[in-house]
């Protein structure tokens, strides 16, 4: 069984915990080619991209953000092997390892903030 370090670091990043719902849900997740520009950025030296990461000056957000996906998030998780990602087609599936998440993905998605709470149920152990 998967430690718990393991779940809460795999989904302690809002992107990760949406690339593995929409597995869940899909089997199948597209990840978002980068624009020839944002390839240059993640083809940089590492110290560069750690930077252009971590800094809140202006760019476009969203190739920011695509760019986090490719370099930092969706490595993350085929490394831990809970997705297999196929770089040529652009598509994260199911790894090795996902079903070790299920249970605690059901529970975040269920809890989601664009969900009614009624819809939400949790069981309390005691």
Do not use: C
């Not at 490595?75 to 249970?103: C, M, N, Q, S, Y």
């Amino acid at each position: 069984m998967i430690g718990n370090d393991e779940v809460f670091e795999a989904l302690a990043d809002g992107q990760r915990r949406e690339l593995l719902i929409d597995l869940l849900e899909s089997g199948r997740y597209h990840v978002p080619e980068l624009s020839s520009s944002s390839q240059e950025i993640a083809e940089a030296n590492q110290r560069f991209l750690r930077e252009y990461l971590s800094t809140d000056r202006e760019s476009n957000a969203g190739d920011k953000e695509l760019i986090r996906m490719h370099v930092v998030h969706i490595p993350k998780l085929a490394d831990d092997r809970f997705i297999e990602w196929d770089r040529d087609d652009h598509v994260a599936t199911e790894g090795p390892r996902f079903d070790e998440l299920v249970p605690v993905l059901e529970l975040v998605d269920e809890l989601r903030d664009d969900r009614p709470v009624a819809d939400a149920v949790v069981t309390l152990k005691q």
